[in-house]
């Protein structure tokens, strides 16, 4: 007899609950969110705890909860929402919103696979690019995987930066094994599948929705281990991995065969050329000071070049009056506009005590300033360039009833 514990909507919660019973189970707590589960699992010395794969009833903190208490934790899926919940925050014992107790203690006992996500689409990938100094780049990446997550997808971010691989520091997360490059690796032998990139990523923890992480190498001098052939093919594989894979690339574009005698020989910007050009979609970065604008407009020309696709988004970051003077926004789109022929960029206001919380708890915006301007921004980004749009609802005629003539 096992003590189970209930987090389910109320008519799912009364026939598990008449079905625990008939089984000689005891159940102890039947809670109306994730926070009162978590506080219950060792308050009612809780054996097996049950709950729907939603934000109310499933959580990060309960997860925790229930790994430091030894509780066994199984998540009823009812939507691919759910199974994306469930995936991002890593929980594998799943069962169908449906299910009787029998498939469920199936699957504590693994007689059951685990649910998938949902595998008919194929995953998108977006490169984060920008031209040398530093236009923030991996903390624009950081943020629109974050901001996928969010919005309830599964998500991982890719360090390609072969000059100065930084996502692992931002995240506060450990790089001595580089995760891309170990997928590479694998890709170059054959052995890269969806176990190996959970095996080698890490994941990055939050209760607004996490996502895998592949960190970058640690010294430049590993570029090597990232040949085009090996990144292509690990893309390749990402994209039956999640939903969106977000790239940090490198700044160069210029292309190593032009100016090497060997022409078999690996070439360091081989990796950032072969994510732009395998990528969806194109996110450009410049920064909103003059030097920075120069340097984008002089990149941008190459860029345009070396990818072969519609779909590239230009956002200026950091932007703000005591760089540009007066009417910043109309400044940086006009001097685009003149000098690049760039309409509709996305302009990201600088935050920079924002941005400093969130680099110094090693966090994403959407965890530490929601608030931000920045992260406003981020977010309207993702929302309006990447997301597909929400189906509309269906308008609703009302007909008015003609009522017979009096008289």
Sequence with gaps: MSRVALALPLAVEDRLAGELERHGHDLVARCASADELA?????????????????????????????????????????????????????????????????????????????????ADRGEVLAVWGPAGAPGRTTLAINVAAELAAAGHTVAVADVDTYSGSIAPALGLLDEAPGFAAACRLAGTGGLDRAELERIGQRYLSARGG??????????????????????????????????TVLDTGFSLENDEEISSDLFAPHRNAATLAALREADRVIAVGSADPVGLSRFLRAHVDLVEAVETPRLTVV??????????MNPAAQVRQT???????????????????????????????????????????????????????????RRVRHRRLEPASG
């Design 39 to 119: 506080f219950a699992l060792v308050a009612a010395s809780v054996d097996v705890a049950v709950v729907e794969a939603s934000p109310r009833y499933l959580t990060e903190r309960l997860i925790a909860e229930a790994d430091a208490a030894g509780v066994r934790l199984v998540a009823l899926v009812g939507s691919d929402a759910g199974r994306r919940q469930a995936a991002t925050l890593g929980l594998r014992e799943l069962a169908d919103l449906t299910a009787g107790w029998d498939e469920i203690e199936s699957v504590l006992a693994g007689g059951l696979p685990a649910a998938q996500p949902p595998s």
């Design 211 to 244: 996502f895998w992480v592949l960190t970058g190498i640690g010294r430049p001098s590993r570029w090597p281990e990232l040949s085009a052939d090996r990144v292509t093919t690990t893309i390749t594989e990402c994209r039956t991995w999640v939903d969106y």
């Design 336 to 394: 685009l506009h003149r000098f690049g022929g760039i309409t509709s960029p996305v302009l990201v206001p600088d935050d920079r005590s924002g941005l400093d919380a969130a680099v110094l708890g090693g966090r994403t915006l959407l965890d530490t300033a929601v608030k931000s301007p920045a992260r406003v921004a981020i977010g309207r980004l993702v929302e309006e360039c990447i997301l597909p749009p929400a189906p509309q609802p269906s």
């Design 316 to 325: 200026v970051n950091r932007l703000r009056s005591s760089a540009i003077g």
